[in-house]
Nanobody, 125 residues
């Protein structure tokens, strides 16, 4: 099993920045693809960004140019730097791990095997 714990959420004004972290523990591997998803009230959970074990990266169009995903393999931590935040970025942000690893860059919920509990991000206008 893999445990994922997100942190770094909070309240920020539009145009501001936040950096989310996701710490992985348990039977984790540097090969795993790590992803970030978000879910706003009343909406489906949607893909935000992913980074593969081989460091390939994929972003949703809605965050491209504003968000940056990165990882620290030594600490098995994945980050999501969020800049130029908008009220529509308000959501619970979830970290996820895809154990198929390698070049995989999934953008669907079913591509991922493990999920964190989420961290709330609120952007005020």
């Amino acid at each position: 099993q893999v445990q994922l714990v997100e942190s770094g959420g909070g309240l920020v004004q539009a145009g501001g920045s936040l950096k989310l972290s996701c710490g992985a523990s348990g039977r984790t591997s540097r090969r795993y693809t790590m992803g970030w998803f978000r879910q706003a009230p009343g909406k489906e959970r949607e893909f935000v960004a992913a980074i593969s074990g081989s460091d390939r990266i994929l972003y949703a169009d809605s965050v491209k140019g504003r968000f940056t995903i990165s990882k620290d393999n030594a600490k098995t931590t994945v980050y999501l730097q969020m800049n130029s935040l908008k009220p529509e970025d308000t959501a619970v942000y979830f970290c996820a791990a895809d154990r198929s690893g390698g070049y995989s860059l999934g953008f669907r919920r079913r591509d991922y095997d493990y999920w964190g509990q989420g961290t709330q991000v609120t952007v005020s206008s």
